[in-house]
C-alpha cells in the first residue's frame, strides 16, 4: 500500500477484515474485504472518471471493500485532511458518497442492524435479518470499540460535518462530457 496508513485506521481494516473471515459480517450486509492494490484501483478509476484529473490534486484513496455489483468502499485521503480519513462509496453505476467519518464509524454502522444500500441505511427484509447473527456481530464490535448508541444516519451527519462534500469532488474529477 503506498498510503501510509496511521495505526488506528490500519487496526481497524484488520479488525473488519476478522469480522469478514468469520463470518460475521454475511448476507444481508452487501460487503467483502478487500486487499488494496494502488495499481488496481488507478486502472479502476481510469475508467471510472475518464482520465486522470482525480490525482493531480494529492487525494489518494484506499479500496478496502466493495459489494456485490462492484461498488466501492474507500478511505479518501484528501489535501486538507486533519484526522482520520472518512468511508467514502463509488457505485458501479456512478453514484458516490460519503459513508462514515472513519472506518472505526463504518464498522459500528455495520452492526447496527441497518444495511448500507443507495447511499443510505436502511432495515433489511425481515426474512434477510434471519440469516445473519446481528447480535454475535453487534457483541463483537462492542468488545472492539465499546458499546456505541448512535445511529448509522447521526454517523453519517457526523462525516457531513467533519468532511469536504465527496460527491461534489468527485463531479469535478470527471471528465466524460
Not at 481510469?46 to 466493495?66: L, N
Amino acid at each position: 500500500m503506498g498510503i501510509p496508513v496511521e495505526v488506528a485506521t490500519r487496526d481497524a481494516l484488520i479488525f473488519l477484515k476478522g469480522l469478514c473471515e468469520a463470518e460475521l459480517i454475511t448476507w444481508p450486509i452487501d460487503y467483502e474485504f478487500v486487499e488494496h492494490s494502488d495499481e488496481q484501483l488507478a486502472e479502476t478509476f481510469g475508467d471510472w472518471f475518464g482520465g486522470t484529473r482525480w490525482s493531480e490534486c494529492g487525494d489518494c484513496f484506499v479500496h478496502f471493500g466493495r459489494d456485490g455489483s462492484g461498488s466501492l468502499f474507500l478511505l479518501w485521503y484528501y489535501p486538507e485532511l486533519i484526522s482520520q480519513p472518512p468511508v467514502v462509496f463509488m457505485g458501479s453505476e456512478g453514484e458516490c458518497g460519503l459513508v462514515a467519518d472513519n472506518i472505526q464509524d463504518f464498522i459500528r454502522q455495520m452492526g447496527s442492524g441497518k444495511v448500507f444500500f443507495d447511499n443510505a441505511w436502511i432495515t433489511p427484509e425481515d426474512e434477510d435479518n434471519m440469516v445473519i447473527n446481528w447480535a454475535g456481530l453487534a457483541c463483537a464490535i462492542e468488545q472492539q470499540y465499546g458499546s456505541n448508541h448512535v445511529t448509522p444516519e447521526q454517523l453519517l451527519d457526523k462525516a457531513k460535518r467533519n468532511h469536504v462534500d465527496f460527491a461534489q469532488w468527485v463531479e469535478s474529477k470527471v471528465e466524460y462530457t
